[in-house]
């Protein structure tokens, strides 16, 4: 094996060891602890269960720079020195890197994005976030904001509620167009609760709606990063026929006289996370 790479997300932290054409030989899940302490020990089981090869870890959220304090909407560690604890806790060294970040890197390196100079890899999960890539390579900012597509708000003119995020806000596009953003849509519809699969499955008002909400992200992707290829990811990326039925609730949205983007699928689906880590490893290791 030459590398292993960690996703931590909010319901799952995944493990995976590469070997050298970068294919997953083992993976372990475990769910996300609810307490900090037992976050940062799962993570350090997971390292400790990849054996002596460079680990990548893959963390949602932000790093103050200046304190290093993390800042994550659906981990229980904000105002926390995450990677540092991890770090000790881990009794080696470690890369780190945003998880959405290390899953667009793998999809514009090994993946669907593939050919594609302009690249954004959308994750739609238990939260929304994404990375942006250049020609296969990783577009990195100075506070790192750049990603933090789910935090945008969501349009006045779609008529919905504005509500709290988990970063502190109103309105932000995570609240609806997260998988529990989704659940709380189809309860202000029609008053009914049932989970994500359900939903897309009935592909009545409420998907409709949703499709329409995840259009006017992809709008204002276009209007600011205008991405050749939006490479999809996360849960909600398993939606069946997701990709065409995104591409379909284009139109209407996109700012007139400009191509729309293609949409397509993640190849790795929602483990490219780990793939991206241990790529951060290895780069960083000098590989």
């Not at 050298?20 to 940062?40: G, K």
């Not at 789910?150 to 609240?175: K, N, Q, W």
């Not at 949409?263 to 880590?277: F, P, Q």
Request: glycine share 16%; aromatic share 4%.
């Amino acid at each position: 094996m030459i590398a292993g790479g960690i996703d931590v997300g909010g319901t799952k932290i995944e493990a995976s060891l590469f070997d050298a054409n970068w294919q997953a030989v083992e993976t372990r899940r475990v769910d996300t602890p609810q307490s900090y302490s037992a976050l940062v020990e799962a993570v350090a089981a997971q390292a400790a269960w990849l054996g002596d090869v460079p680990v990548g870890i893959g963390l949602p959220g932000r790093d103050d720079g200046a304190t290093g304090l993390a800042f994550t909407a659906n981990l229980p560690a904000s105002g926390k020195p995450l990677r540092d604890d991890i770090l000790r806790a881990v009794g080696r060294d470690a890369s780190f890197g945003n998880d959405c970040d290390l899953f667009a890197l793998s999809e514009a390196r090994l993946g669907a994005g593939q050919g594609y100079g302009v690249m954004f890899g959308l994750i739609l999960g238990t939260g929304i976030g994404g990375g942006f890539c250049l020609n296969g390579r990783l577009v990195e900012t100075r506070g790192g904001a750049m990603g933090e597509v789910g935090h945008l708000p969501i349009p006045a003119s779609l008529g919905l509620p504005l509500l709290p995020c988990g970063c502190g806000r109103r309105g932000c596009f995570e609240t609806l167009a997260s998988g529990p953003g989704m659940v709380r849509l189809g309860a202000h519809l029609d008053g009914r609760t049932r989970n994500p699969k359900e939903i897309a499955a009935e592909g009545g008002t409420v998907f409709a709606a949703w499709l329409e909400i995840v259009a006017a992200l992809v709008a204002s992707l276009q209007c600011t990063l205008d991405p050749d290829v939006i490479v999809l990811g996360g849960g909600l990326s398993n939606i069946d026929g997701l990709a065409d039925r995104l591409s379909a609730a284009l139109p209407p949205v996109l700012l007139k006289a400009t191509a729309p983007p293609t949409i397509l699928k993640a190849k790795y689906g929602d483990s490219s996370g780990t793939r991206g880590a241990a790529l951060l490893a290895m780069q960083e290791a000098g590989a």
